[in-house]
């Protein structure tokens, strides 16, 4: 019979990911290392999990900067030491009582393979069970399911407010927020515009993700790309990207229009610091405009009402999930070197099955 035990249990061993140097720029290889430490003993009110899939995000850059600045909200990864983020995972053992074996869970200590885990000690990133089935796989928690969907969910229907008739422009729209953005916009009953980074990417926000109008923002200057798809101008942004595109739509939004500014991945990778800001900020004023920057996590009081919602979006068929997988736990940088490369087209994750 084959002994189907991970091999870091029987060596007592887990295997993890660790920044070894702080990047500048578009992270390299060598920034990371592969390394192998003792399992914590198991005690009272723990559990084992081994990880199935993890995420790689674009906030996770901002974490490679080893000084507090822009987007200091998160603390700085140490070197030496694992990275985390989310991932998804099955209990292995429990000592615990809201856990037993079996049991699929979301939580943030991804790039690594297995590992012990306090539930009920990290909150918002607390271990959560899920139920994984054949219409909800396990890699949906991280997507639609997950932090990236809460994002998507949280700006289009909580902050911009989307109603029938609004004109929406989605930044990064063939990203895994971005993309849910679009499709949950239409679903609201918009017209949504998309930028994305390929000829391909476009006719994916165009003919996959229902997008009215998408354009390859490396095909000119964005802001008249974005004129000639907005000739009605725009009513809200949902902003991946920051830099050129959101100076761009400061010049197109309506009169009342609504900005979110979910991330600004245009400069999470700058080695020459961040992109200088909008020089016409005036726009605000003068088109009065209401601007909001938010993290997902201010929502988490609301993650059941945005599940549901989500789930029953899916039921219908009106939510399509693109992912882009890498496998492998040694191969993960190379994945998250990838995604900020915009080499995925969805959402980019790491299957450590």
Known sequence: MTDTTPSSLRTGLRTEVRLVSYPKGIPEPSDFTLAEVQLPTL?????????????????MRIRMNPSPGTGSYLSPYQLNAPLEGWAVAEVLESRHTGFTPGDHITHFKGWRDIDVLDPGSRGYRDP????????????????????????AWAGICCLAEVRRGDVVFVSGAAGSVGSLAVQIAKILGATVIASAGSAEKVEYCRTALGADAAFCYRDGPVADLLHEAAPTGVDVYFDNVGGAHLTATLDEMNVGGRIVMCGAISGYSSSDGPPPGPHNLFNITARSLTVRGFLAQIFAHRFDEFRTQMIEWRSRGLILERETIVQGLENAPAAFIDMLSGVNTGKMMVDLR
Request: proline share 5%.
């Open 43 to 59: 005690r009272e009110g723990q559990i084992l999990v081994r990880n199935t899939f993890m995420s790689v995000d674009p906030s």
């Open 128 to 151: 959560l069970k899920v139920t994984v089935d054949s219409t909800t796989p396990a890699s949906s928690y991280l997507n639609s399911l997950g932090v990236s969907g809460l994002t």
